[in-house]
């Protein structure tokens, strides 16, 4: 528990929470007090002596003794100083010494105007440079497509490593050397292997770790325009920071959300971006000619006229299909134009299944939805047939850090805080909070995993019958897994069930639930996760009825095709094979595509609307954990561009977005809330998305026109693409009038404080406006001893998880559109199939022979790798192929004919 | 605890005999070797305790932490963690000091009596000898101790027919002087970076795999079979002044005899350096001397009547350290020597701390500049600056704090000498042809 004390800086009285250290304490206060290895996320260590204070015992005490404040807890009646002198010389002497070594190429550095060294040497008042010597150079290394390496500015802090490898779990980063000379890096160059390595480039205080995609098209932080945004590379939401110039989409960063990301990313949603610059992207609206290789570009009249010919013609029979990376609102505008009845998902069935039997379980009562937050405080987790790490990137972050709370508990034991985190190192040793992971393959948590049990889908299914069994009837009489996994389920205070719907299997997901339920009913504490597929899975799966999914909708419309499909924000390709695709669209007289790259379904429309990305759109997204979250546009949209509901509002009647919102509450009550992310008010205060001294924009066209166009206006929202209207920083000064900005800040920026470093210091009392931490949509319509839904088909789990076909997911492969991104690509595998030996035995094929899998749909032919973690039984093909693959399936090796010879 | 009536006054030094093989066991356990243990086993840990607390025996590695309060913050009885460790810093690097070296070469057993002596005393479970690993001598001979040991149930389960089970082994260092810090020893055994650790937690509560810990200097170890064997009040009896016990001091440098003698805590500086040692070379006067080691401040000879005594040494501003004095000489350039050694902790800093990893080769820096005659008056200014910037309490472990002790107080005593070097522009001390060799370099 956290208790309020009384600290007295420089004698004055301060009410802080004594549950933090002192350091952490004064920055709350906004205090300016320089630090390097301290990190919110991290904890304390002392290495780099940045942040020392003098503390007195007394009031009467003038002597006082030097103390690093980020080392000493904060107690009551404390007194302490930043101004005396004696400290004040100490951490200039310091950061002189840090300084010693460090280049003086701020302006040829990416961290320059960006940098946390910069900010703190002017905090420190090192202005002259008195080391006479020479400065030690290192070598610098490749670390892969996502991190330029530049190790003569490192200042040895320690961050990286400890980022790296205490808290991510990774191991090919290391610190080598010492004195001086310290270097941290690869033990040979080569790619970083973490997923979660991007976050160094913010880890990092000074230029050593920086974004390389960023590099490629670099400007400098005080001209980039910036907003807040969600990400949308997987179902968890992260909040983000989108950086643009000049209609081109810079860099993502981290935006502090304490109950999601708080301040990691995954390398996914960092470097996914560039869908929105590829050249291959939708920029105008194209009609398919009457000749072959014909487009011709129309106008917005020719555009809705050709639109309401083909939506109101005799005997039209339009059909929708919304997406799940598409937004809430525009999946409801395609949902009213073509009616409930019209309107499909871009999933397959078994998907949709598992999306609508969630979304019904989370009614219940009996169910509560964890935060990643609430994960990582939780005690002990059951994860069950899903990869989060490639599924759900961020998500297995937050595991990994969920095993190291039997550590703090020993650390509490002995008095030590949970934030001293070379102590709490020392002490946790290998003592983990248990993780119990059922999957097909050893995963990224093994490492981590208490238990680890390996088994095809079939066994995974009745161990966790059986433990529903054993938390039904608790006896001795069951298997020693089903005991082991029980017993530490039962031991924790606040046990997790996480899984996914990667595994496409709704037996599985609706065991899963009712596991959780009995779990609840002995813990009352216990909580559910459930990663989806994409960022509005689950918002999707609330438009539709049941069956209105693809399959469905093929099979319906073979023998009577539509007149007229509007596809949206989604590739068919991606689902089935091409055969199977091409065929059937073939059929269909219309077809019109929205969208903003060009995909290969993009390329069979007959009509093309040039959709907006999300970084030129507000929209609202329902992440895993069925929290709304809105995002904001941080650019104009391009040529002829609109958000996809704009393109149909001439149609649908819905012509602005009050008006979607409220489409949305009839169809869809659960996502009421919604309204409150409307905003259209900007008489009284707007924000600047810009910086205040963004520079060079009178010259930034000038190769196009040497007079400077006005800004774009943006309606929709309180945020100004331009630098007119409040700066980010002084939002939170408004936070207690009447005249409350709603929207997240747009930016980190403050008087001393230019890095996007100071998030650390924002994050942990920035202006926190409840909506802008989303909204939790079953919390509030729970009614009480509502029960789980009963699975009512057993039909529904013909699930695609055939017997021993299993998917294989990664997490550079797994989403549509950071394959897009360049960075991203060059980290994608080889296709193939992994098995272990016994199965490879059974196929009688060798590592590296190519096995043949036939289905209805799809038949693939692919090498394989022996990976003997693999359950028996089974095979794993990677998940785009794997989701192609229809009914029938027949595993084969090429050699089977000479086998049998 | 009845006592050994027959008490020396050499302990330490008293099994080591001109044979060659004094070191082995039947030579050890022929002059009542193991018979401390014996009589340890006869009364309980607590009881044991009690007499080391009551033998006011302070840690022998330098700081003078007593050893006595150090061992009572283990956690005792049944809800004890275990395994608890016991482990001997024998990782003896400190340039000036050599005085582990003598016992770990010729009295290999003494120091394993003393660990399992200790293991008894805290319940531990297993002991560790981390010893450096240039001392191949001492590390065969303790290996084949161990062995002797282990052959003769003097460890291993039910040690000696008690109920009492110890296992010893011996780690021998990748070599880095910050292992003899005892956290960083402890993150070195653990297969770790050398890095000091952050206390609290202390090693007692949580140290070598988060477990209880204990780590000793190997001349305290020595020490415990005595005050068992003897008792704690023999052993405070030794002492001239305050503390207890005997220590082996040394003196290298330009002194007639220079060496290692056991000589009663409390000694005189002066009679170590004069009536042990020598004194001085014929045609060198002594300019100067460090009484403890490498890491400890100048003294001068208006000194030579302080007590080598922990309190003493204290409050004439240096340290006792490990009790191996340095002498300087007047022919010997007082810069050259604080500059070798600044450079030597330079080289040995782990790299953790800002305050010694640029502190200190900037350190060095400004010492090579003023050696070589290039040096400005500023320079003093900033070095002082650095010595009051690596000041105790500013780094994360004792390394700079002790490796700028002999230049903060070169710069007071031997000043002139600094100004001599930056007006003259070259070292006074040097050859002219010498100083120019330098400066070509």
């Given amino acids: ?901 | 605890m009845s006592h050994s009536v027959h008490a020396p006054n050499n302990p330490l030094t008293r099994f080591i005999t001109q044979d060659e093989n004094c070191w082995q066991l039947n030579q050890y356990q022929m002059q009542g070797g193991y018979d401390g243990l014996k009589r340890a086993l006869t009364v309980s840990g607590p009881a044991v305790l009690d007499e080391i607390k009551e033998s006011n025996l302070r840690g022998r590695g330098g700081a003078g932490f007593p050893t006595g309060l150090k061992w009572s913050f283990v956690p005792q009885g049944d809800d004890a963690p275990h395994p608890k460790y016991m482990i001997v810093n024998a990782d003896e690097m400190e340039p000036g000091a050599y005085k582990d070296r003598l016992l770990l070469e010729k009295t290999p057993h003494q120091i394993i009596e003393g660990l399992i002596i200790g293991g008894y005393t805290l319940d531990a479970d297993i002991g560790y000898i981390f010893i450096r690993g240039d001392y191949y001598t001492a590390i065969k001979h303790i290996e084949i101790a161990l062995k002797e040991c282990y052959d003769n149930n003097l460890l291993g389960k039910n040690i000696l027919g008690s109920a009492f089970n110890f296992e010893i082994h011996i780690h021998t260092s990748a070599g880095r002087y910050i292992c003899g810090e005892e956290t960083a020893l402890i993150n070195s055994l653990e297969g770790k970076r050398a890095n000091p650790r952050a206390k609290p937690p202390f090693p007692q509560v949580a140290g070598l795999w988060g477990k209880p810990t204990i780590v000793n200097n190997v001349e305290t170890y020595c020490n415990l079979p005595h005050i068992i064997n003897f008792g704690a009040s023999w052993f405070k009896s030794l002492g001239r002044f305050k503390d207890a016990g005997t220590k082996i001091f040394g003196v290298s440098g330009r002194v007639k005899t220079p060496g290692l003698w056991e000589l009663p805590m409390g000694t005189p500086i002066g009679e170590i350096i004069d009536n042990y040692a020598g004194g001085m070379c014929d045609g060198y006067k002594l300019k100067g001397f460090l009484p403890g080691g490498g890491s400890t401040d100048f003294l001068l000879e208006k000194h030579f009547d302080t007590p080598m005594d922990y309190d003493e040494i204290g409050k004439q501003k240096s340290r006792m350290g490990t009790g191996t004095i340095i002498i300087l000489d007047d022919k010997y350039c007082p810069v050259a020597m604080v500059l070798n050694l600044v450079k030597f902790f330079a080289q040995e800093s782990c790299g953790w701390c800002t305050p010694c990893r640029e502190g200190l080769p900037w350190a060095q820096v400004l010492l090579e500049k003023i050696e070589q005659g290039k040096g400005e008056l500023s320079d003093i200014k900033q070095l002082e600056d650095l010595c009051k910037f690596a000041a105790p309490g500013n780094t994360f472990c004792a390394l700079a704090p002790g490796a700028v002790e002999p230049l903060q107080s070169a710069l007071i005593y031997f000043r002139d000498d600094f100004e001599l070097h930056i007006s003259q522009k070259s070292c006074p001390y040097c050859s002219e042809a010498y100083s120019e060799d330098i400066n070509d370099q």
């Avoid at chain 1, 952490?24 to 940045?50: E, I, T």
Wanted: glycine share 4%.
């Fill in chain 1, 1 to 901: 528990m956290t208790n309020k004390v009384t600290l007295y800086v420089d004698n004055i009285a301060y009410q802080v929470s004594d549950d933090i250290n002192l350091l952490q304490a004064c920055l709350n206060l906004n205090m300016d007090l320089p630090y390097f290895c301290w990190h919110p996320a991290m904890g304390s260590v002392g290495a780099c002596r940045q942040c020392a204070v003098m503390q007195y015992q007394n009031e009467e005490d003038t002597r006082g003794r030097l103390v690093m404040s980020c080392m000493t807890p904060v107690t009551d009646g404390m007194r302490i100083s930043l101004k005396n002198e004696k400290a004040h010389t100490f951490r200039a002497t310091n950061i002189e010494a840090i300084m010693t070594n460090h280049p003086h190429d701020c302006p040829v550095c990416e961290e320059g105007g960006d940098c946390h060294l910069q900010d703190m040497t002017l905090l420190s008042c090192h202005i002259k440079r008195r080391y006479p010597g020479t400065k030690r150079t290192h070598n610098n290394q490749y670390l892969g497509p996502f991190l330029n390496h530049e190790m003569n500015r490192c200042i040895g802090c320690y961050r990286c490593v400890r980022f790296y490898r205490d808290y991510c779990g990774g191991d090919d980063l290391n610190v080598f050397a010492s004195k001086n000379n310290i270097y941290f890096g690869r033990a040979e160059p080569g790619t970083l292997e973490n997923e979660f390595s991007g976050n160094l480039a913010e880890v990092c205080p000074t230029g050593v770790f920086t974004d390389k995609p960023f590099s490629q098209h670099y400007i400098r932080k005080w001209d980039l325009q910036t907003s807040p945004s969600i990400c949308t590379h997987c179902s968890i939401g992260c909040n983000t920071y989108a950086a643009e110039r000049g209609g081109k989409l810079r860099k993502i960063n981290n935006r502090h959300h304490p109950d999601i990301n708080g301040h990691f990313l995954c390398d996914r949603g960092r470097f996914g971006y560039e869908h929105a610059n590829i050249d291959n992207k939708t920029t105008h609206v194209w009609l398919r000619g009457d000749q072959e290789h014909q487009t011709n570009i129309l106008s917005y009249n020719q555009t809705h006229m050709k639109l309401a010919q083909w939506i109101n013609e005799p005997n039209a029979h339009v059909i929708g299909i919304g997406s799940v990376r598409a937004s809430i609102e525009n999946n409801a505008a395609l949902h009213k134009l073509v009616g409930a009845k019209n309107f499909y998902a871009g999933i397959k069935q078994v998907e949709l299944s598992q999306l609508q039997f969630l979304a019904k379980a989370y009614k219940s009562s009996q169910i509560s939805l964890s935060s990643l937050k609430e994960i990582e405080h939780s005690d002990a987790v059951f994860l069950i047939g899903e990869d989060v790490t490639q599924t759900a990137p961020r998500l297995a972050l937050s595991i990994r850090q969920m095993t190291k709370n039997e550590g703090l508990k020993k650390a509490a034991e002995l008095g030590i805080k949970p934030w001293q985190d070379e102590a709490v190192r020392n002490i946790r040793q290998e003592d983990k909070s248990p993780l119990i992971i059922i999957n097909t393959h050893n995963t990224r948590l093994s490492d981590v995993a208490k238990y680890n049990i390996n088994l095809s889908p079939d066994k995974q299914l009745s161990l966790l019958l059986e433990i529903e069994q054993y938390l039904k009837n608790p006896h001795n009489d069951y298997s020693d897994a089903t005991l082991k996994i029980t017993q530490a389920l039962l031991k924790a205070d606040r046990p997790t069930i996480i899984t996914g719907t990667y595994n496409f299997d709704v037996t599985l997901l609706s065991t899963c639930l009712r596991v959780s339920v009995l779990l609840k009913q002995h813990k009352t504490h216990s909580g559910f996760y459930c990663a989806t597929s994409s960022i509005n899975a689950l918002g999707l799966s609330l438009f539709c009825q049941p069956e209105q999914d693809l399959d469905n909708l093929i099979f319906q419309t073979e023998e009577k095709p539509p007149s007229s499909l509007i596809i949206m924000e989604t590739d068919l390709y991606r689902y089935y094979s091409n055969e199977k695709i091409t065929s059937w669209l073939n059929k269909i007289k219309n077809i019109i595509v929205i969208d903003h790259i060009i995909t290969d379904t993009v390329k069979m429309a007959d009509l093309v609307l040039p959709a907006s990305s999300l970084f030129e759109q507000d929209a609202t997204w329902l992440n895993a954990e069925a929290r709304m979250q809105h995002s904001y546009a941080v650019m104009p949209m391009e040529k002829m561009r609109q958000t996809s509901w704009q393109w149909l509002c001439q149609h649908n009647l819905l012509e602005d977005n009050q008006a979607i919102v409220k489409y949305i509450q009839d169809i869809a009550p659960q996502l009421t809330p919604m309204s409150q992310f409307l905003q259209n008010d900007k008489t009284h205060f707007s924000v600047a998305r810009q910086a205040m001294r963004s520079s060079a924009r009178t010259a930034f066209y000038a190769n196009i026109d040497v007079k400077e166009y006005a800004p774009k206006k943006d309606n929709k929202s309180q945020l100004n693409f331009s630098m007119e209207g409040l700066p980010a920083f002084r939002q939170s000064t408004l936070n207690n009038s009447q005249h409350k900005i709603n929207t997240p800040i747009t930016g980190v920026w403050s008087p001393k404080w230019n890095s996007h470093q100071a998030i650390n210091k924002a994050g942990y009392n920035s202006c926190k406006i409840d909506i802008n931490l989303g909204i939790k949509i079953f919390d509030d319509l729970k009614p009480k001893h509502s029960k789980l839904p009963k699975l009512q088909d057993p039909s529904h789990s013909s699930s695609l998880a055939h017997t021993i076909v299993c998917p294989q997911h990664h997490i550079y492969t797994n989403d549509e559109l950071a394959g897009y991104a360049n960075s991203i690509q060059q980290l994608v595998p080889k296709l193939a199939i992994s098995l272990n030996q016994n199965m490879s035995n059974k196929l009688s094929v060798k590592s590296g022979e190519s096995i043949n899998i036939n289905s209805d749909d799809y038949c693939l032919s692919l090498p394989c790798t022996i990976n003997d973690t693999i359950a028996d039984d089974i095979i794993l093909v990677p998940i785009n192929e794997f989701i192609k693959l229809g009914s029938n399936i027949q595993v084969s090796s090429i050699t089977d004919g000479e086998h049998n010879e």
